[in-house]
Every structure is written in C-alpha cells, then in structure tokens.
C-alpha cells in the first residue's frame, strides 16, 4: 500500500468535498465546483516537527490560497508548509 509522508515540515490535510449544490435567496443556484474552496482540514500526517501543536485528526484552519491540491488515490489532499496553518479547530463547551 503506498501513503504520502509529509517532510521538510510540511503538513499533509485531507480536503472534504462539499460540492452540493447552494442556492441564494434570489434564488440562482451556485454549483459546488464554482464555490470558494474551503479552508477548514483534517490532518493526515506532519513531517518531523519539533513541538508540533497538531497532530494527525486534528481539524485545521489554513491560509486560503497555500499549499498544493494533490488527487491521490481517489481523495484530495492538501501539501503545504506548518507555517501556513492558523489555528486548530477544538470543540468548547457554552457558557
């Protein structure tokens, strides 16, 4: 079985697909392919990272426009640098 293995600290993510179908209040309908890529991950794997503040099923917020899209069997990926991640998503409980 082949898996990618991040180095160089980068980070791989798996990008989900949400290519549903949105309609506005006017009623025009938006494709999923024509929508704003999303920018909320799930980490799959880090390189060796010293004091890494994610780990792997970890959800991620990321820069828009980082990284690079990778189709790798049958599922998308995103590779980009741990720079590039802003800030891990932790669920809290209400006040």
Request: aromatic share 6%.
């Amino acid at each position: 079985m082949k898996e990618l293995q991040p180095i160089n600290q980068n980070v791989l993510l798996e990008l989900l697909e949400d290519n549903a179908e949105q309609k506005t209040a006017s009623g025009i309908i938006i494709p999923g392919s024509a929508q704003e890529k999303q920018e909320v991950a799930k980490v799959i794997a880090i390189s060796n990272i010293e004091n890494a503040e994610i780990a792997p099923g970890d959800e991620v917020l990321y820069k828009r426009y980082a990284g690079t899209e990778i189709d790798f069997n049958g599922k998308k990926y995103l590779l980009l640098p741990y720079a590039e991640i802003l800030s891990k998503v932790v669920v809290t409980e209400s006040i």
